[in-house]
T-cell receptor, first 115, second 112 residues
């Protein structure tokens, strides 16, 4: 069964450093998302991406964040200058339809620890 | 996204049916009712969705009230692997609203 994969599974970084979290969505999917979950809190939407551009972003997704689909398979989330409060699980998801009917498939997540 | 209300936690015995309720009194006519779950240390996972009629799939059943102001996710025979946080989420199809807005969900504990 096809699945979303994410690397690395755990990333430790120093405050102020740049990190890139990588995702490989399901191959025929067209819509891509990043969510995050701070320990013990809700899963929060960050950004959605379709047709090589951001289609929606949350207030969390400020200028320090960016997303890219550099080739036909990878989808990345970059945090330019990490803060302590960026420590969280980051989940990538993909789906193959725009409307709110089809399911989103989530990856296993990357745990980001900012020291 | 319209708001949903779920109990914080529920317990059930293994191999018994589980009924997880969700209230969504402000649901609009175009809102689909989605259920996702999050197993420990994993990403969320789609369970089922519906609009008006009851739905069944290999994982669960979804019973939707006639006025659509509430729904119930039914796990017919709970196993230890069903221990997870279950989220009831409304998604409006009209505006191409793609994101999922997660609440706090119901933490389901399965007792062996």
């Amino acid at each position: 069964e096809p699945e979303v994969t994410q690397t690395p599974s755990h990333q430790v970084t120093q405050m102020g450093q740049e990190v890139i979290l990588r995702c490989v969505p399901i191959s025929n999917h067209l819509y891509f998302y990043w969510y995050r979950q701070i320990l013990g809190q809700k899963v929060e939407f960050l950004v959605s991406f379709y047709n090589n551009e951001i289609s929606e972003k949350s207030e969390i997704f400020d200028d320090q964040f960016s997303v890219e689909r550099p080739d036909g398979s990878n989808f990345t989330l970059k945090i330019r200058s990490t803060k302590l409060e960026d420590s969280a699980m980051y989940f990538c998801a993909s789906s193959d339809q725009l409307a709110g009917v089809n399911e989103q498939f989530f990856g296993p997540g990357t745990r980001l620890t900012v020291l | 996204d319209a708001k949903t209300t779920q109990p914080n936690s529920m317990e059930s015995n293994e191999e018994e049916p589980v009924h997880l309720p969700c209230n969504h009194s402000t649901i609009s006519g175009t809102d689909y009712i989605h259920w996702y779950r999050q197993l420990p240390s994993q990403g969320p996972e789609y369970v089922i969705h519906g609009l008006t009629s009851n739905v069944n799939n290999r994982m669960a059943s979804l019973a939707i009230a006639e006025d659509r102001k509430s729904s119930t996710l039914i796990l017919h025979r709970a196993t230890l692997r069903d221990a997870a946080v279950y989220y009831c989420i409304l998604r409006d199809t009209n505006f191409g609203n793609e994101k999922l807005t997660f609440g706090t969900g119901t933490r389901l504990t399965i007792i062996p």
